[in-house]
């Protein structure tokens, strides 16, 4: 019996898009995740500053 090809399976699968909802919490996760990297570079150069 012979094994079956990934990307054949793959092309059988059909398109559904994403939800609402789903595309929300991308939205959201992606947004905090950019203002926390803000929040820790400020918070790292405020109280860790380089010697310079």
Known sequence: MEQPKIG???D???YE???PIEMKLIR???GLGVGLLIV???ISYTFFPAGG
Do not use: N
Request: hydrophobic share 60%; proline share 13%.
């Open 12 to 14: 059988k699968i059909p």
């Open 17 to 19: 898009p994403l939800l």
């Open 8 to 10: 054949e399976e793959m």
């Open 28 to 30: 959201w996760s992606l």
């Open 40 to 42: 820790l570079v400020f």
